[in-house]
């Protein structure tokens, strides 16, 4: 999955942050609101510094945060 973020920085570039993010499946389903957001983060920008970064994650990795966790379980035997 490739991953799409607007940055916007200071004047002098020498701090950055993360005003969004789109990855590629959303941009493909909505790619006027990709646009947009592009825009607003130019127009939004005090110093016109916005810079787009792509980066690629692998899928699998990303939809294993949504699946649960096998936990190894050992019992000891207990008495009554």
Avoid: H
């Amino acid at each position: 999955m490739d991953v799409f973020m607007i940055f916007d920085s200071d004047q002098d570039c020498e701090a950055s942050w993360l005003v969004d993010a789109w990855d590629e499946y959303t941009i493909d389903a909505n790619y006027e609101g990709y646009e947009e957001a592009v825009k607003k983060a130019r127009a939004d920008s005090q110093s016109g510094n916005i810079a787009i970064i792509k980066c690629s994650m692998d899928d699998d990795k990303v939809l294993s945060a949504f699946r649960p966790t096998e936990v190894p379980l050992t019992i000891n035997e207990t008495s009554n």
